[in-house]
Protein backbone atom coordinates (compact mmCIF):
# COMPACT_ATOMS: atom_id res chain seq x y z
CA UNK A 1 0.00 0.00 0.00
CA UNK A 2 1.51 3.38 -1.45
CA UNK A 3 0.69 5.26 2.15
CA UNK A 4 1.26 8.93 0.22
CA UNK A 5 -1.81 8.37 -2.19
CA UNK A 6 -4.20 7.66 0.51
CA UNK A 7 -7.45 9.93 0.76
CA UNK A 8 -7.98 11.93 4.22
CA UNK A 9 -9.34 10.04 6.66
CA UNK A 10 -12.65 12.13 8.26
CA UNK A 11 -12.13 12.61 11.79
CA UNK A 12 -8.39 11.49 12.72
CA UNK A 13 -6.97 14.97 12.82
CA UNK A 14 -6.16 16.18 16.50
CA UNK A 15 -7.28 12.76 18.10
CA UNK A 16 -4.85 10.39 19.58
CA UNK A 17 -3.84 7.04 18.37
CA UNK A 18 -2.34 3.93 19.98
CA UNK A 19 -0.85 1.46 17.55
CA UNK A 20 0.68 -1.86 19.75
CA UNK A 21 3.67 -3.22 17.63
CA UNK A 22 4.40 0.08 15.57
CA UNK A 23 7.96 -1.21 14.97
CA UNK A 24 7.50 -2.88 11.40
CA UNK A 25 5.43 -3.89 9.17
CA UNK A 26 1.39 -3.21 8.91
CA UNK A 27 1.87 -1.45 12.41
CA UNK A 28 4.55 0.75 11.36
CA UNK A 29 2.51 1.66 8.10
CA UNK A 30 -0.42 2.01 10.03
CA UNK A 31 1.26 4.76 12.83
CA UNK A 32 2.64 6.47 9.73
CA UNK A 33 -0.41 6.87 8.00
CA UNK A 34 -2.22 7.98 11.50
CA UNK A 35 0.32 10.39 12.31
CA UNK A 36 0.26 11.58 8.26
CA UNK A 37 -3.56 11.95 8.72
CA UNK A 38 -3.07 14.42 11.73
CA UNK A 39 -3.35 12.32 14.53
CA UNK A 40 -0.84 12.27 17.80
CA UNK A 41 0.31 8.27 17.44
CA UNK A 42 1.45 6.72 20.05
CA UNK A 43 3.31 3.65 18.48
CA UNK A 44 4.48 0.87 20.59
CA UNK A 45 7.40 -1.92 20.33
CA UNK A 46 8.74 -4.44 23.27
CA UNK A 47 12.39 -3.42 22.93
CA UNK A 48 13.37 -0.14 23.80
CA UNK A 49 15.17 -0.18 20.64
CA UNK A 50 12.04 -0.37 19.10
CA UNK A 51 10.52 2.09 20.79
CA UNK A 52 13.46 4.62 19.65
CA UNK A 53 12.81 4.15 15.95
CA UNK A 54 9.25 4.32 16.22
CA UNK A 55 9.96 7.38 17.42
CA UNK A 56 12.31 8.74 15.55
CA UNK A 57 10.15 7.79 12.63
CA UNK A 58 6.82 9.48 14.25
CA UNK A 59 8.53 12.47 14.91
CA UNK A 60 9.79 13.35 10.99
CA UNK A 61 6.07 13.69 10.71
CA UNK A 62 5.05 15.90 13.64
CA UNK A 63 6.83 16.26 17.05
CA UNK A 64 3.91 15.06 19.23
CA UNK A 65 4.37 11.68 18.33
CA UNK A 66 6.14 9.30 20.10
CA UNK A 67 7.50 5.88 20.45
CA UNK A 68 7.09 3.97 23.42
CA UNK A 69 8.08 0.48 24.83
CA UNK A 70 5.04 -1.85 25.71
CA UNK A 71 4.48 -5.69 26.90
CA UNK A 72 1.10 -6.12 26.05
CA UNK A 73 0.80 -10.20 27.51
CA UNK A 74 1.28 -7.37 31.27
CA UNK A 75 -0.75 -6.24 33.18
CA UNK A 76 0.73 -3.58 34.86
CA UNK A 77 2.61 -2.82 31.98
CA UNK A 78 -0.04 -1.86 30.00
CA UNK A 79 -1.37 0.23 33.21
CA UNK A 80 2.02 2.03 33.12
CA UNK A 81 2.10 2.79 29.08
CA UNK A 82 -1.29 4.19 29.63
CA UNK A 83 -0.13 6.73 32.34
CA UNK A 84 2.38 7.57 30.14
CA UNK A 85 0.30 8.20 26.82
CA UNK A 86 -1.87 10.26 29.00
CA UNK A 87 0.66 12.41 29.63
CA UNK A 88 2.53 12.53 26.78
CA UNK A 89 -0.25 12.40 24.05
CA UNK A 90 -3.43 12.56 25.61
CA UNK A 91 -6.41 10.29 26.07
CA UNK A 92 -6.49 7.58 22.98
CA UNK A 93 -9.43 7.79 21.25
CA UNK A 94 -8.05 4.99 18.50
CA UNK A 95 -6.75 2.26 19.25
CA UNK A 96 -5.09 -0.12 16.62
CA UNK A 97 -4.33 -3.58 18.67
CA UNK A 98 -1.86 -4.99 16.34
CA UNK A 99 0.71 -6.34 18.22
CA UNK A 100 1.23 -9.80 17.65
CA UNK A 101 3.72 -13.47 17.92
CA UNK A 102 4.03 -16.36 16.66
CA UNK A 103 5.79 -19.62 17.69
CA UNK A 104 4.88 -21.97 14.87
CA UNK A 105 5.20 -25.84 16.01
CA UNK A 106 3.13 -29.20 15.53
CA UNK A 107 0.85 -29.07 18.24
CA UNK A 108 2.82 -32.86 19.10
CA UNK A 109 5.48 -30.55 19.89
CA UNK A 110 4.49 -27.27 21.17
CA UNK A 111 5.14 -26.60 24.14
CA UNK A 112 2.68 -25.04 27.07
CA UNK A 113 4.55 -22.02 26.79
CA UNK A 114 4.40 -21.02 23.37
CA UNK A 115 0.56 -21.91 23.55
CA UNK A 116 0.55 -19.05 26.45
CA UNK A 117 2.73 -16.78 24.92
CA UNK A 118 0.86 -16.41 21.41
CA UNK A 119 -2.43 -16.81 23.38
CA UNK A 120 -1.32 -13.85 25.75
CA UNK A 121 0.21 -11.74 23.63
CA UNK A 122 -2.51 -11.70 20.63
CA UNK A 123 -5.40 -12.40 21.96
CA UNK A 124 -5.26 -11.44 25.67
CA UNK A 125 -3.42 -7.97 24.92
CA UNK A 126 -6.91 -7.23 22.70
CA UNK A 127 -8.99 -7.32 26.03
CA UNK A 128 -6.14 -5.70 27.99
CA UNK A 129 -5.89 -2.70 26.28
CA UNK A 130 -9.18 -2.63 24.69
CA UNK A 131 -10.40 -2.45 28.20
CA UNK A 132 -7.68 -0.03 29.06
CA UNK A 133 -9.06 2.74 26.84
CA UNK A 134 -12.60 2.28 27.29
CA UNK A 135 -13.34 4.82 30.05
CA UNK A 136 -11.30 7.48 28.33
CA UNK A 137 -13.15 7.06 24.14
CA UNK A 138 -16.59 6.75 26.55
CA UNK A 139 -15.95 10.16 28.95
CA UNK A 140 -14.69 11.42 25.02
CA UNK A 141 -17.66 10.41 23.37
CA UNK A 142 -15.94 8.95 20.76
CA UNK A 143 -13.73 5.97 19.45
CA UNK A 144 -12.72 3.40 17.19
CA UNK A 145 -10.39 -0.05 18.30
CA UNK A 146 -9.31 -1.50 15.09
CA UNK A 147 -8.34 -5.42 15.45
CA UNK A 148 -5.71 -6.63 13.10
CA UNK A 149 -6.76 -10.58 12.64
CA UNK A 150 -5.71 -12.51 10.74
CA UNK A 151 -7.14 -15.15 7.55
CA UNK A 152 -5.45 -18.00 9.41
CA UNK A 153 -8.12 -17.22 12.43
CA UNK A 154 -11.07 -18.64 10.11
CA UNK A 155 -9.03 -21.23 8.07
CA UNK A 156 -6.19 -22.66 10.10
CA UNK A 157 -2.82 -23.80 9.39
CA UNK A 158 -0.57 -26.23 9.70
CA UNK A 159 1.99 -25.82 12.93
CA UNK A 160 -0.12 -22.84 14.08
CA UNK A 161 -2.79 -23.83 16.15
CA UNK A 162 -2.14 -21.60 18.73
CA UNK A 163 -1.62 -18.62 16.26
CA UNK A 164 -4.88 -19.84 14.64
CA UNK A 165 -6.98 -20.19 18.08
CA UNK A 166 -5.73 -16.77 19.13
CA UNK A 167 -6.55 -14.51 15.87
CA UNK A 168 -10.01 -16.66 16.05
CA UNK A 169 -10.42 -15.62 19.75
CA UNK A 170 -10.22 -12.18 17.95
CA UNK A 171 -12.67 -12.65 15.55
CA UNK A 172 -14.93 -13.60 17.96
CA UNK A 173 -13.90 -10.68 20.88
CA UNK A 174 -14.69 -8.11 17.72
Known sequence: MDIESLAPWPGIAGQT???????????KTIAIALARQGATVAGTATTSAGAAAIDAALKQ?????????????????????????????????ILVNNAGVTRDNLLLRLSADDWDTVISTNL?????MSKAVLRGMIRARQGRIINIGSVVGITGNPGQSNYAAAKAGLVGFS
Open 61 to 93: IDASNRGFELDVSDAESVEAFMAQVGDACGTPT
Open 17 to 27: AVVTGASRGIG
Open 124 to 128: GSIFR
